[in-house]
């Protein structure tokens, strides 16, 4: 009898099983959820940025047709802010005051979308009927919007008790090194720009339902998550109460992006609606309350300057960066900018740093992570100033770099921020980049270009993001009754196909049929912790502690096989799901284990891997622009991927990350902003003026890795979740700099590079 092995191990091109649900509709998200007796709710929100408020008279919206609650801050004193533990020390030592977010606001708004209060009804379009009838009374106030002015004199205070709009100051590096290295510079380089602020538009707009389980005495919600179990802690939190009284599920999610993890107001509130009705409550947010209220990301306000001897060397650098937080301090928000600034020197040996960060209040959304949370700020800010310097020095961008990577043989490689980076050949994978781009014959396209009346550029970015942060993400695996196994692992698919790179390790190691293996996630009463899904995480972590949960389990069912074929253990293979004696027909399959088996436990294996320090992807983009000067308008006409990703565990898999995080960079550079006006209004709260990219804005991608497998991670396995984002915006705005520095000298276009921005300068630059 020949048993052919299933070749789904890691290294294959497996094509996720799960889309075909995904594809037919078939999909369970959230909102698709109808419980019995299902009741809607509706948030009141704020129409002024910032206002003293007094709500009064609640009666009419009670009275009103289908209500059955109304809930406003008055009434929820018991419970407890939504609050952020991530503050970091100050140069002084102290940690900064906080300014929580209250579920329901009860004297003050901060913000257009601050929550007022919350009306619970037979359907949605009722609640919100009745939420016109409450009575609020706004003193509105003078806003503070802009981040760049919000420490200026006469900016009004978002927060007046705090004396200033300041959230927190952070410091990195040595001031008296780097001062030292900028006095024997020959050159300096200096800039300025803003990393404009992002809405994160997810296709799944957030929803949630709360229940209460009257025999069991404890809250249930369900929601799309990137992690229940940090979401049922903070909730346990906010209604003060033990982690096992509030049970969180999540079904399928359609992106996370980072917003996705956070608590925000409505979670608390259905399932305090719920436990006061006895009845589930549901709320589905709309695009315009995503806009208005899920933590947008970016905005900073930059100045950087690098010094540099008469070579092009680096020898110190300088940045002071002011942080937008929004009117709160959301989840995770103080934390974006401090982990940017900490890959400040990135893939170059720069040997003095000195970087100050300021957190603004201002009375706009909160800010908090976005895909890459500060990596892809540290990396655009770096390789923008790169290319500055080499224009400054009048070098071509890759010899700059080529001449500052830090080199293979210098690895270990700590940094002046004190991230150890483990491996790296920069060198390498740039000048994969440039062969393949073709960036030798760049002059060549250029002159077509000119033939035709349009302006090109060329740019790069060679970056390096950390990732799959110091920790663990254990996972527990089963052998059922029917021969399959049951996989239950703590992070959470938002759509990166956890469901068949976890099943390529079990496959590997059981030799079973991926079709076999199921995996679960999103459920506290399923699995008791669990670190949940950001920072490129899951496969990194999740993935050794699936691969070795695998293996403990493979030894189980030999042991039990070995017992009824009357073998020894280590005269026993794994193969096409089930066990047999080597080189005979002597076979039992795993169903047939599972039945044989004495102990529950022998059917259960374990793996943790626990990873003391980041891994550290890295790569180079390059992209190509076409502008035609008359309409400012950008095309993409290539664009180069080379990445080191330390080892594959999907191509296809890895491929359609990149790519998607490729887009999200471009959309920051050439087309996304989000525009609040000087009253806190916001004006780009739909996508008629947020400007998401499109396919056609969009080339063919070339993308292929130059892998350097990773010393820290027990498979060798880097991250890639977040890296495209990373490479991209930087890459794309240089390019379109170059153009407009080619063709008529401008030096800076800020984010994003849209036609209108890209016109006005050219008409400009071509006045003077």
């Avoid at 300014?99 to 037979?122: H, S, T």
């Avoid at 003078?142 to 978002?158: C, H, I, Y």
């Avoid at 921020?417 to 781009?437: C, K, N, V």
């Avoid at 309409?631 to 998607?660: C, K, S």
Wanted: overall charge negative; some cysteine.
């Amino acid at each position: 009898m020949t048993v052919v092995t299933p070749k789904f191990g890691m290294g294959a091109s497996v094509l996720r099983g799960e889309d075909q649900a995904f594809l037919k509709g078939l999909g369970r998200y959230t909102d698709d959820i109808q419980p019995a007796d299902l009741l809607h709710g509706y948030v009141l929100r704020s129409p002024v940025a910032k206002a003293s408020i007094t709500v009064g008279s609640t009666e009419a919206a009670k009275a009103a047709p289908g209500v059955h609650l109304v809930l406003t801050g008055a009434d929820l004193a018991h419970l407890g802010k939504l609050k952020s533990g991530v503050m970091q020390r100050q140069p002084d030592g102290t940690k900064a005051p906080t300014r929580d977010i209250p579920v329901l606001c009860r004297d003050r708004v901060n913000y257009v979308g601050d929550a007022v209060a919350f009306v619970v009804a037979d359907s949605r379009a009722l609640a919100q009927d009745a939420a016109e009838l409450i009575e609020v009374d706004y003193e509105a106030e003078d806003a503070a919007s802009g981040t760049a002015t919000a420490l200026d004199e006469g900016t009004p205070l978002v927060w007046p008790e705090l004396g200033s709009n300041r959230a927190f100051s952070y410091h990195i590096g040595d001031q008296a090194k780097t001062a030292a290295a900028f006095a024997r510079a020959a050159h300096v380089t200096r800039i300025e720009f803003i990393n404009n602020r992002l809405v994160c538009n997810y296709i799944e707009p957030r929803s949630a339902i709360g229940e209460w389980n009257t025999q069991e005495n404890r809250f249930v919600l369900t929601t799309g998550s990137q992690g229940v179990h940090s979401m049922q802690y903070i909730l346990a939190d906010v209604f003060k109460i033990k982690k096992n009284q509030l049970r969180v599920i999540t079904p399928d999610v359609g992106g996370g992006f980072g917003p996705k993890s956070f608590v925000y107001r409505e979670h608390p509130l259905v399932l305090e609606a719920a436990r006061r009705l006895g009845r589930p409550v549901k709320w589905a947010g709309d695009r315009t309350e995503h806009f208005l209220t899920d933590a947008q990301g970016r905005d900073n306000v930059v100045t950087a300057e690098m010094a540099k001897d008469k070579d092009g060397r680096f020898l110190g650098m300088k940045v002071d960066l002011l942080a937008n937080i929004g009117a709160y301090v959301s989840q995770y928000g103080p934390f974006i900018p401090y982990i940017g600034v900490t890959m400040s020197t990135g893939v170059y040996d720069i040997q003095a740093l000195d970087v100050s960060v300021t957190g603004l209040y201002t009375n706009t959304c909160p800010v908090d992570a976005y895909r890459g949370a500060g990596r892809p700020e540290a990396a655009f800010l770096l390789e923008k100033l790169v290319d500055a310097c080499a224009h400054d020095l009048g070098l071509p961008v890759e010899e700059i770099r080529r001449r500052n990577f830090i080199r293979p043989e210098q690895f270990p490689y700590r940094t002046q921020t004190d991230r150890l980076y483990d491996t790296g050949e920069f060198a390498g994978h740039m000048d994969r980049a440039i062969e393949e781009a073709e960036w030798q014959a760049f002059p060549e396209r250029l002159a077509q270009s000119k033939v035709a009346g349009k302006i090109r550029g060329i740019g790069m970015a060679t970056y390096i993001e950390a990732c799959a942060f110091a920790g663990s993400e254990p996972a527990f695996v089963e052998l059922n009754g029917d021969g399959t196994v049951t996989l239950k692992i703590g992070t959470q698919t938002n759509g990166q196909g956890h469901a068949t790179a976890y099943a390529q390790f079990l496959s590997e190691k059981l030799h079973l049929d991926i079709k076999k293996i199921h995996v679960r996630q999103g459920d506290t009463d399923e699995l008791k912790a669990g670190g949940g899904t950001g920072g490129s995480r899951s496969i990194p972590l999740g993935g050794v502690s699936a691969s070795r949960a695998g293996e403990d389990l493979a030894n189980k069912i030999k042991r039990i096989a070995a017992d009824e074929l009357e073998a020894s253990a280590d005269d026993i293979e794994l193969s096409n799901g089930a066990a047999r004696i080597v080189g005979t027909d002597r076979m039992i399959d795993f169903s047939a284990i599972a039945k044989a088996a004495k102990n529950p436990d022998d059917l259960k294996g374990f793996g943790e891997f626990v990873q003391d320090e980041c891994t550290y992807p890295n790569g180079t983009h390059i992209c190509e622009v076409e502008i035609d000067p008359d309409t400012g308008m950008t095309e993409i006409v290539r664009y180069t991927i080379v990445d080191d990703f330390g080892v594959t565990v999907n191509p296809i898999l890895l491929a359609g990350q990149v790519h998607g995080g490729v887009v999200q960079g471009i959309g920051q550079a050439l087309t996304e902003n989000t525009v609040y006006d000087q009253d806190g209004q916001l004006l780009t709260a739909s996508f008629m003026d947020y400007a998401m990219p499109r396919a056609d804005d969009l080339p063919f991608f070339h993308f292929e890795t130059r892998n350097v497998p990773s010393t820290t991670n027990a498979l060798g396995i880097k991250g890639a979740g977040e890296a495209g984002t990373i490479g991209a915006t930087p890459a794309a705005l240089n390019a379109v700099t170059d153009a407009l520095y080619r063709a008529y000298g401008i030096r800076h276009i800020d984010m994003p590079a849209t036609p209108a921005r890209i016109w006005a300068a050219i008409q400009e630059a071509a006045a003077k």
